[in-house]
């Protein structure tokens, strides 16, 4: 069971807009912690794809755009392609564990 | 460009040991917080343990606690985990990763990963 909650599944078309949702609680995503997300394609490392609610790392397109609201965060991905087709990780912090925590993953699939 | 590139892991026994290598370029392990998140296969990213920019601080996931050691050696750029009394809970990908923890805690770049089975 994570710590931080997210559907296990999402799918849309090319060119479709899809959001994948985060939830937490009061003692990580809900304090001060940011949401930080990682894209994981098949076969490869996570990478980092958004980081601190908001920001996206040089060379991540701006169709990937994420937000924080109380105790979720929400990762939006527009204009979908087909080498979007993978899993999407959230992560925060959380001081009461005094640890880095994950969501379970969410798959995304392109129809 | 920042590379981390792991090795050492592989097949062991319970409660057998491995040491885990992690080798740095493009970024000083002098000047830059380090993490060890693992992997089970077909589950989430785990985070393991990191070692500070101090060097000297250290933090370990409730898991790793008692049996695992993160360490590095900066003459060399290298990060290790030092991994003692194996479960076959252990068996997952390991990761190293850069890890940012100033002023928001995160995983910036993360190696290609190396297989540790724990098994009999």
């Known amino acids: 069971q994570s710590v931080l909650t997210q559907p296990p599944s999402v799918s849309g078309a090319p060119g479709q807009r899809v959001t994948i949702s985060c939830t937490g609680s009061?003692?990580?995503?809900?304090?001060?912690?940011?949401v930080h997300w990682y894209q994981q394609l098949p076969g490869t490392a996570p990478k980092l794809l958004i980081y601190s609610n908001t920001n996206r790392p040089s060379g991540v397109p701006d169709r990937f755009s994420g937000s924080k609201s109380g105790t979720s965060g929400s990762l939006v991905i527009t204009g979908l392609q087909a080498e979007d087709d993978g899993v999407y990780y959230c992560q925060s912090y959380d001081p009461s564990l005094t640890e880095s925590v994950f969501g379970g993953g969410t798959r995304l699939t392109v129809l | 460009e920042v590379q981390l590139l792991e090795s050492g892991g592989g097949l062991v026994q319970p409660g057998g040991s491995l040491r885990l290598s992690c080798a740095a370029s493009g970024l000083s392990l002098s000047t830059n917080a380090m993490s060890w998140v693992r992997q089970a296969p077909g589950k989430g990213p785990e985070w393991v343990s990191v070692i500070a920019t101090n060097g000297y601080s250290t933090y370990y996931a409730d898991s790793a606690k008692g049996r695992f050691t993160i360490s590095r050696d900066t003459s060399k750029n290298t990060l290790y985990l030092q991994m003692n009394s194996l479960r076959a809970e252990d068996t997952a990908t390991y990761y190293c990763?850069?890890?940012?923890?100033?002023?928001?805690?995160?995983?910036?770049?993360w190696g290609q990963g190396t297989l540790v089975a724990v098994s009999s």
């Open positions: 990763a850069k890890f940012l923890e100033w002023p928001d805690y995160y995983f910036e770049y």
């Open positions: 009061s003692t990580n995503i809900g304090a001060r912690y940011g």
